[in-house]
């Protein structure tokens, strides 16, 4: 498994971060994603997450 927000979750092995995006329902726009440092969204296809992966996602909110 790994971790998203800190919260455990279950995805297939060799998953890439779009992948693990789609497979929880979070829409890939306005957000920022950090696995271990900062991950340019050009990589969300390319870069694999393993086993105790910690995946931090932010999502830009508008204020007013």
Known sequence: HI???DVAT???ENSTILQVLTQQDISPLNIAIAL???LPKAQWET???RDGSQLLIIKA???G
Request: hydrophobic share 35%; proline share 7%; with cysteine.
């Open 3 to 5: 971790f998203i927000n």
């Open 61 to 63: 909110v508008q204020g």
């Open 36 to 38: 271990e440092y900062g």
């Open 10 to 12: 279950e995805c297939p």
């Open 47 to 49: 870069t694999l997450v």
